[in-house]
């Protein structure tokens, strides 16, 4: 693995610290008047999702990790676990639930995500940052409550529940924010 110091840090560089990954969130170079110059990081454990932050001095080596990212498309559900086909070589993959973390509960038949790997570990599935789906159940709104910003929940196809609000019913189709699981517009 290449070592790179703490001067070549950027933001979304992988680490490998102490026998995990972690992710670069944040980093601010600090050259105080008095002693040494320092870098300030935020890091973000890329299994558990843990963000700390953590100091080193100016200059330390570190340990870049290697993420290979490839495009995979999402095909079914194998019992608990996310079937992906790798869009070169058509191999196909279980994935389980743990590795796709939240984004499990955006995952429709056909989607196509970037699948990181390190080794021949996953650490992680990007998705794109809005999904279209449907309201598979959701109660009418009442008739006459017209509160500005009134909500209800709503299951989507895939089984997670967002609040939406009262004009959307069951069978409509809706954009919905990936990264905060919120209802954006209706389609």
Do not use: C, W
Not at 69 to 89: H, I, K, P, T
Not at 105 to 131: H, L, N, R
Not at 165 to 185: A, H, Q, S
């Amino acid at each position: 693995m290449p070592a790179i110091t703490t001067n070549d840090l950027k933001t979304g560089i992988t680490l490998e610290l102490d026998n995990g990954l972690f992710q670069v969130i944040e980093f601010q170079h600090v050259k105080p008047g008095k002693g040494g110059a320092f870098v300030r990081t935020k890091l973000r454990n890329v299994r558990t999702g843990n963000v700390f932050d953590r100091t080193f001095n100016a200059g330390v080596r570190v340990e870049q990790a290697i993420i290979n990212r490839e495009e995979m498309q999402f095909l079914y559900r194998d019992g608990a676990d996310f079937v992906f086909m790798n869009n070169e070589s058509y191999e196909q993959m279980n994935v389980p639930p743990a590795a796709l973390g939240e984004v499990a509960d955006f995952m429709i038949e056909g989607m196509v995500a970037q699948v990181a790997f390190y080794g021949d570990d996953i650490i992680g599935v990007e998705i794109p940052a809005s999904v279209e789906l449907t309201i598979a159940e959701t109660e009418p709104g009442v008739q006459g409550d017209r509160v500005s910003g009134a909500r209800k929940p709503a299951t989507l196809e895939t089984g997670r529940v967002v609040q939406v609000p009262l004009f959307v019913e069951t069978g409509d189709r809706i954009k919905v924010d990936t990264r905060t699981g919120e209802y954006m517009t209706r389609v």
